[in-house]
């Protein structure tokens, strides 16, 4: 995207927050590849999806720093009195954030139990394939942000603890551009990008669409 349109646009939607740009800064500054926090934009996109969609249970592929988890923690905390009002079980709601790097957690554990909506995130190092199916739960929402070598095996676990009707979104799905170029072919992370794009546009059990905002962020609806 042009860096003058973008300027445009982060002018004209939701401010960032001072806790969530401090946030971001640190990421960059204390972090290796600190641009895979999802910023500005993204964040705000991520906070409304969960406010439309207003689900029970979120699951997160890929902690990371811990800025879209706050991102859609906020979103949580702006619909959570609604569903109490509307006499819904079970409590508040709760996202559910795996990250299987045990070593970013002294940088974002700090970072999510210091934020306004802490109550509503649950920190866990760990394999999310493996420990999500474990927590008895259905999810009304998915954000899959992890190896992207590993998507379509992610996609294929998650799929059945989603409820009907619940969305996943899948971050980086157009990787940069590479999914086009023919110089990344043989590159596995764009390999696992590629399968994955062709294999959920072939099921039948969802909708898909994907939105070119930064890296490229698919959003797939369980029929």
Same mark, same amino acid.
């Given at each position: ?41 993204? &964040? ?91 927590? &008895? ?8 942000? &992890? ?77």
């Amino acid at each position: 995207m042009d860096i003058e349109l973008e300027k445009y646009i982060l002018n004209h939607i939701e401010p960032e927050g001072d806790y969530l740009y401090r946030l971001y800064r640190a990421t960059n500054i204390h972090t290796i590849h600190g641009r895979m926090a999802s910023g500005h934009l993204q &964040g705000r996109l991520l906070k409304m999806l969960v406010m439309m969609q207003r689900p029970r249970y979120v699951l997160e592929v890929g902690t990371f720093s811990g800025y879209s988890a706050i991102c859609m923690a906020e979103g949580l905390s702006e619909i959570a009195p609604i569903m109490g009002a509307r006499g819904d079980n079970g409590g508040a709601p709760k996202l559910f954030t795996f990250e299987i790097n045990d070593e970013m957690e002294d940088f974002t554990r700090p970072w999510i139990e210091g934020s306004s909506v802490a109550r509503f995130i649950d920190f866990r190092i760990g394999d999310a394939l493996v420990e999500a199916p474990r927590l &008895g739960v259905l999810f009304d929402m998915v954000f899959v942000d &992890g190896d992207k070598r590993h998507y379509v095996e992610a996609y294929d676990k998650l799929l059945p603890i989603m409820s009907k009707g619940a969305i996943m979104l899948a971050d980086n799905t157009l990787w940069d551009g590479h999914v086009v170029d023919n110089a990344y072919s043989k590159d596995q992370q764009t390999q696992g990008v590629c399968h994955f794009n062709d294999y959920v546009r072939q099921d039948s059990r969802v909708e898909v669409t994907i939105l070119p905002i930064r890296d490229g962020l698919t959003i797939i609806r369980k029929k």
